[in-house]
Nanobody, 119 residues
């Protein structure tokens, strides 16, 4: 079982950067894939990026490729989502999630953190 807690959301202006953090609590994280999702009002939840905890293999959705960077700090059991050049369309609730690497479904979710991009 994994417990996740996001932080770092807020109100920023277009073009700004923001880093989200997700503190993970589990007996071992090496068997997990960590993902960042977002959901905007009236839209479906979208997988933005993912990273395998052990090998640090990464995935990015086309919508954020080149602007967002996922990373993890093993010593802090924390996953980060560094976001650059934020746009109003990036406004959403951002969620951290975890799944066992051999499965397809993300079973563990954080509570979400709001990111609002507005001038």
């Amino acid at each position: 079982q994994v417990q996740l807690m996001e932080s770092g959301g807020g109100l920023v202006q277009p073009g700004d950067s923001l880093r989200l953090s997700c503190a993970a609590s589990a007996r071992t994280l090496s068997m997990y894939v960590m993902g960042w999702f977002r959901q905007a009002p009236g839209k479906e939840r979208e997988l933005l990026s993912a990273i395998t905890w052990s090998e640090q293999r990464t995935y990015y959705a086309d919508s954020v490729k080149g602007r967002f960077t996922i990373s993890r700090d093993n010593a802090k059991s924390t996953v980060y989502l560094q976001m650059y050049n934020l746009k109003p369309d990036d406004t959403a609730v951002y969620y951290c999630a975890a799944k066992i690497r051999t499965t397809t479904e993300y079973l563990y979710w954080g509570q979400g953190t709001q990111v609002t991009v507005s001038s």
